[in-house]
């Protein structure tokens, strides 16, 4: 009897580690197969909210050039201060205008992208806007890692942002 | 032995509870009526969300660049068909930055309820949309009842609309 009910108890842990694994890796997967995805990006190529945050600041040495590359209705909303609007990595007229907007820039500028339209291996814009720039030979582009999205982890954790376009 | 076994049990159910609640992200918004606000929908139509009153209102904060939005929109069509006598009406806030591609994709996917644009002032008035998918379940006396943020499981979603649809 004893037995039996250690048995259905290990089934039913069993059964559940596999339930909470399936959509973990099919994440995962789904991240590593496309090639334009945010995945896509190098780990050297990403930083962090507060890190961006400290590069901003009013003494900071050499500001980098912040980039938003996703919808402009969500950047009318809410952006990082000084950003500038590029267009959404994910269409061809997006790509077109962050090249017009780099196009007389030294290669070794440094610049910061960041959309956090959606969970970050769904973004569909980063990872085109990333690998556009590197292609075109650009030296010191960072991505900006947004876990869930900007409103959450950029605004939610308290960093400045302001509204316009 | 045994105790200890249950105690695991309980624990791991707690947890995966917790997991689950986390989805339901909490709002400013929650519990108060819904910001009211008028629009024409992708086919000229007069939405008024506060005209929707006495039905329970499902609205979708959406894009077609959303990846997470493809995977509700035909699960919200199938919910729209049968739920809609129950009282169910499923409104669509695009923000794309226009409509092309959201007439586009509406069509193709044979969208059965309104879809109107959104922008920089109806995400304000919702807290700022920073982030997609967002859904809103409205009752029928027009409170805000939930907020599902990212990537929602659709079947507790499912679940919230067929207990505000029995007024609970």
Redesign the interface.
Known sequence: M?GK??VR?IA??AV?AVLYAIPQARAQFSGAANSASASSIPASALIQPDALNGLLKPDAKEKPLVLQVG????F???HIPGAQYAG?G?TAAGIQSLESLVASLPKDKSMVLYC????WN?C??VGPAYRRLHDLGFTKVKVLYLA?????DW?GKGFPAV?GK | M?RC?GAM?LL?IAL?AATLQAAAATDPLLHKPAPSFVRNDLNHQRVDLAAYRGRVVLLSFW?T????CQIEMPRFVAWQSRYGSDGLQIVGVS???DDAPVIALTRKRKVNYPIVM???EL??LYG?????PVTYLIDRNGTIIAKF???TSLSDLETAIQKALRGR
Request: proline share 7%; hydrophobic share 40%.
């Open positions: 004893q009910q250690i108890f039913f842990v559940a919808s402009h209705v969500m009318d909303q809410a959404p994910s956090g339209c959606c969970p769904r569909p814009n869930n999205n900007f409103g959450d605004l509204k | 045994f076994i049990a791991a995966s894009a660049w959303c990846a997470p923000m794309d930055d959104g922008d920089e995400g304000t700022g949309i920073l982030g997609l943020k990212g990537e």
